[in-house]
């Protein structure tokens, strides 16, 4: 249907009307989802009107008029919220609705959440959490019984964690507590529509006009990027330049950690002073909506930031997005593009730089991905967490007792949890009562019973801690920093305890953009002095680490052994790729290739899986341990996205031995076992589940302490109960997540012919790894990373690989 014609009577006459002052016809999707009374999955790439999609119907019916609570919006970001309670706004006070709109998040007084428990607006916008914490409320039944719309927005993003599978769940609840409801899921980036509706539980596709295609390219730089890095400091003129050529910019890292460095890089070429904020998830909430104001202010030229400014707001203001540094995942590249002219009938503008010379051809990749429109994620699902189906039954019952049988149907009814095998709902229910067979005999643990055939909580007070622990975001500790004073300093944001513990006195480091001096800890609190003019000592976010898609690994690597297509490669990186074959071998999907050259008394082995840096670094653990056993001496080894780099005493002869799936398989077991990683995923899936509380009334454990009973709790459980419930989870979620086996599994088992060469020198796909940060060393001292990098210097200059 052509978005300008729509049938006649469809919208009433005011709002039609409403469109009509403006000089817009409503758009075919905004119809469509107006006429469909059931569940709806729209995909609009532009943005396009897609937010008031999925409000109109809403609106239509509340001009009626309609006592409690209508609409419910969802959103993975706070900030959307502000966002669409602002936009919102306009339309309902110019049609003249007497609507109220309200949010419900982490940031909503203490006063207005009570008074919504009792007195609920007619639209209400939240996220997975809150939406959690108020189902979990003797009173949702009357919260939501007259409920009749859900809109949830941005769900492409929420069905990739298990803030989405936590969502699916509620969503099944409020469908129990609201049988007439229906759901528009809303989204811009969608590479398998079909599963994305399967996860909501059934939906109708709806996918409205792409509209103009983006304009999209790498940005030319004055100078080559470096060999190694990921903050693309050495473009910081050239970012500078395009801001001054645009109204509105927005610069993308993807870490906090990237993101102060570049603002501080920014500012140190912004001859001509122009206004630059900085936003992301680790600043102060102060300091994040001064920043979003003044975007709305239009008093801003640029905003560096991370993903806190992923996902649609709408900014029409914005005409130029940057990502600095390779996007990692097309979608998300997508999805950031479409923060530029969020308009129908213009094209998004966005330009990419490499932050290093490998990364040059990851984004070429990812601009081929862009312009076939061939979006990574495969559709592929997990089966829904259990962890977290074991936080829902704990909630479910802070509501209200509950019949199993029951229960477990509405689950079912989940997207995420459609094949749920009614033993593995047992086994989360009896944990939930008893803590599991090792544990039984503590009553902290014992917090279901049965009786009359329903199951409740034992003691009704469990139900205030469990609220205080809702949620599927497992963060590091984080720490508040301030200014130093007498009374309280200004807020600056946050640091991880980790970080925090590593400082002394005298410290410089970065936060928001400025440069502070750590003064002390004073009641779990940073307190910082001004330090302007010095240089800082770190940057102190670790922030997210993205992995890039398997997706884009792969178009990578054909990109790479095709030489055909290297024309939409920069000359010197053409240069590069064609001496990488004259010296050894180009990486070839159809192989696994690896490379042994030497240095002095070292060997180098590199192998290029293309499996993601979760699984290459997974991998050089169990090679490593390999090469011990063989006796070859292994110092210690760096891995990357694409490649693993171990370094020895002795070289590697045999590839294909130690490459073996079934001695890996071995390894992986006896490795597992009583590692720290496992331990660190032990910790999050115990937290999800309620075993270990981060928050209790009156105080708050520190990670520290945390950590040290959430060990105890896994050796306990590994001697006397190794088939315990979290225990499957954690073995589960390891293979698949933290350490990535199944990748390597996947990269091993598909039959592909092992080249091994033995290179003459190291060779230029390698170079960049020897000066990779992160070396993990097996025997080295603390200088060992640095003497790495003087070698891989002296080593490249002898190639000629300057």
């Given at each position: 249907?052509?978005?300008?014609?729509?049938?006649?009577?469809?919208?009433?006459?005011?709002?039609?009307?409403?469109?009509?002052?403006?000089?817009?016809?409503?758009?075919?999707?905004?119809?469509?989802?107006?006429?469909?009374?059931?569940?709806?999955?729209?995909?609009a790439p532009t943005g396009g009107g897609k937010t008031l999609a999925g409000f109109l119907p809403s609106l239509v019916d509340l001009a009626q008029g309609h006592t409690g609570l209508h609409t419910l919006y969802v959103s993975p970001l706070k900030a959307l919220s502000k966002d669409i309670a602002r936009n919102l706004s306009q339309p309902v006070d110019e049609i003249g609705l007497e609507i109220r709109i309200e949010d419900r998040t982490g940031d909503t007084s203490a006063t207005m959440r009570k008074r919504q428990r009792v007195d609920p607006p007619q639209i209400l916008l939240t996220t997975p959490e809150s939406l959690a914490?108020?189902?979990?409320?003797?009173?949702?039944?009357?919260?939501?019984?007259?409920?009749?719309?859900?809109?949830?927005?941005?769900?492409?993003?929420?069905?990739?964690?298990k803030r989405g599978?936590?969502?699916?769940?509620?969503?099944?609840?409020?469908?129990?507590?609201?049988?007439?409801?229906?759901?528009?899921?809303?989204?811009?980036?969608?590479?398998?529509?079909?599963?994305?509706?399967?996860?909501?539980?059934?939906?109708?596709?709806?996918?409205?006009?792409?509209?103009?295609?983006?304009?999209?390219?790498?940005?030319?730089?004055?100078?080559?990027?470096?060999?190694?890095?990921?903050?693309?400091?050495?473009?910081?003129?050239?970012?500078?330049?395009?801001?001054?050529?645009?109204?509105?910019?927005?610069?993308?890292?993807?870490?906090?950690?990237?993101?102060?460095?570049?603002?501080?890089?920014?500012?140190?070429?912004?001859?001509?002073?122009?206004p630059i904020g900085l936003h992301h998830g680790s600043l102060a909430r102060e300091a994040r909506h001064r920043v979003e104001e003044a975007m709305v202010a239009g008093t801003l030229r640029a905003v560096v930031c991370t993903g806190s400014l992923d996902l649609g707001l709408d900014w029409g203001d914005v005409d130029l997005v940057l990502q600095v540094g390779a996007p990692k995942n097309v979608k998300r590249l997508v999805q950031r593009i479409g923060r530029a002219n969020h308009r129908?009938?213009?094209?998004?503008?966005?330009?990419?730089?490499?932050?290093?010379?490998?990364?040059?051809?990851?984004?070429?990749?990812?601009?081929?991905?862009?312009?076939?429109?061939?979006?990574?994620?495969?559709?592929?699902?997990?089966?829904?967490?259990?962890?977290?189906?074991?936080?829902?039954?704990?909630?479910?019952?802070?509501?209200?007792?509950?019949?199993?049988?029951?229960?477990?149907a509405e689950v079912a009814r989940a997207g995420p949890y459609a094949d749920l095998p009614r033993a593995d709902f047992d086994a989360c229910l009896s944990f939930c009562a008893t803590g599991g067979y090792a544990?039984?005999?503590?009553?902290?643990?014992?917090?279901?019973?049965?009786?009359?055939?329903?199951?409740?909580?034992?003691?009704?007070?469990?139900?205030?801690?469990?609220?205080?622990?809702?949620?599927?975001?497992?963060?590091?500790?984080?720490?508040?920093?301030?200014?130093?004073?007498?009374?309280?300093?200004?807020?600056?944001?946050?640091?991880?305890?980790?970080?925090?513990?590593s400082l002394t006195q005298g410290d410089t480091f970065l936060i928001g953009g400025q440069v502070v001096r750590y003064e002390g800890l004073r009641e779990?609190?940073?307190?910082?002095?001004?330090?302007?003019?010095?240089?800082?000592?770190?940057?102190?976010?670790?922030?997210?680490?993205?992995?890039t898609s398997l997706e884009l690994s792969q178009r990578v690597q054909r990109l790479i052994s095709t030489p055909a297509d290297w024309d939409q490669l920069p000359p010197a990186t053409r240069d590069w790729m064609a001496l990488q074959d004259r010296i050894s071998t180009l990486p070839r999907p159809d192989t696994l290739t690896c490379e042994t050259f030497a240095r002095g008394d070292r060997w180098y082995f590199c192998l290029y899986g293309f499996a993601g840096?979760?699984?290459?670094?997974?991998?050089?653990?169990?090679?490593?341990?390999?090469?011990?056993?063989?006796?070859?001496?292994?110092?210690?080894?760096?891995?990357?996205?694409?490649?693993?780099?171990?370094?020895?005493?002795?070289?590697?002869?045999?590839?294909?031995?130690?490459l073996s799936p079934e001695g890996l398989r071995d390894g992986l077991r006896d490795w597992l076992g009583g590692n720290a990683v496992m331990k660190r995923a032990f910790r999050a899936?115990?937290?999800?589940?309620?075993?270990?509380?981060?928050?209790?009334?009156?105080?708050?454990?520190?990670?520290?302490?945390?950590?040290?009973?959430?060990?105890?709790?896994?050796?306990?459980?590994?001697?006397?109960?190794?088939?315990?419930?979290?225990?499957?989870?954690?073995?589960?979620?390891?293979?698949?997540?933290?350490?990535?086996?199944?990748?390597?599994?996947?990269?091993?088992?598909?039959?592909?012919e092992i080249v091994h060469i033995r290179a003459p020198h190291v060779t230029p796909l390698a170079a960049p790894l020897l000066l990779e940060h992160g070396q993990v060393g097996i025997r080295g001292g603390q200088g060992e990373a640095r003497l790495m990098e003087q070698e891989a210097e002296a080593m490249m200059r002898e190639a000629g690989l300057e």
């Open positions: 249907m052509p978005d300008n014609l729509h049938p006649p009577g469809l919208l009433p006459p005011r709002f039609a009307q409403w469109f009509k002052d403006r000089g817009w016809q409503p758009h075919a999707h905004q119809l469509a989802l107006l006429e469909t009374r059931g569940d709806t999955l729209l995909i914490l108020l189902l979990s409320y003797p009173e949702a039944p009357k919260i939501f019984g007259t409920l009749k719309r859900v809109i949830l927005d941005e769900i492409h993003a929420l069905a990739e964690s599978d936590q969502l699916m769940l509620g969503l099944s609840r409020l469908r129990a507590l609201a049988p007439d409801l229906s759901v528009a899921g809303l989204s811009a980036t969608v590479e398998a529509p079909e599963a994305l509706a399967a996860f909501m539980g059934g939906a109708r596709v709806i996918e409205a006009d792409p509209g103009p295609a983006p304009d999209i390219a790498m940005l030319p730089t004055a100078s080559p990027p470096p060999w190694a890095g990921g903050g693309g400091r050495y473009a910081a003129r050239d970012v500078m330049a395009a801001i001054e050529r645009a109204r509105l910019s927005l610069i993308f890292l993807n870490t906090r950690a990237q993101a102060e460095l570049f603002f501080q890089a920014l500012w140190e070429v912004n001859d001509k002073a122009l129908y009938d213009q094209p998004s503008k966005a330009r990419i730089v490499a932050a290093n010379r490998f990364e040059v051809v990851e984004c070429a990749a990812a601009l081929a991905a862009v312009r076939e429109g061939d979006l990574d994620g495969g559709g592929r699902r997990w089966a829904g967490p259990l962890d977290v189906l074991c936080q829902h039954i704990l909630l479910t019952a802070c509501a209200a007792p509950f019949a199993a049988d029951a229960l477990y544990l039984r005999a503590y009553d902290r643990w014992q917090r279901l019973l049965e009786r009359d055939g329903l199951w409740q909580l034992r003691d009704p007070r469990t139900a205030r801690d469990l609220r205080m622990n809702i949620g599927t975001i497992t963060d590091t500790e984080k720490l508040k920093v301030r200014r130093k004073a007498r009374r309280g300093g200004t807020p600056l944001g946050e640091v991880e305890e980790g970080f925090a513990a779990m609190v940073v307190e910082v002095s001004d330090a302007r003019g010095r240089e800082p000592r770190i940057a102190v976010f670790s922030g997210l680490k993205m992995a840096r979760n699984a290459h670094q997974t991998l050089g653990l169990l090679l490593t341990h390999r090469m011990e056993q063989a006796g070859l001496g292994p110092l210690g080894f760096v891995a990357t996205d694409y490649a693993l780099l171990i370094w020895s005493l002795d070289p590697v002869e045999d590839a294909a031995a130690l899936i115990a937290t999800i589940a309620g075993l270990i509380q981060r928050n209790l009334p009156g105080q708050r454990k520190s990670g520290r302490q945390a950590t040290f009973s959430s060990d105890i709790l896994y050796d306990t459980l590994r001697r006397y109960d190794p088939d315990h419930l979290l225990l499957r989870i954690t073995r589960h979620e390891a293979q698949r997540g933290l350490v990535d086996f199944d990748r390597i599994e996947e990269m091993l088992a598909q039959g592909h």
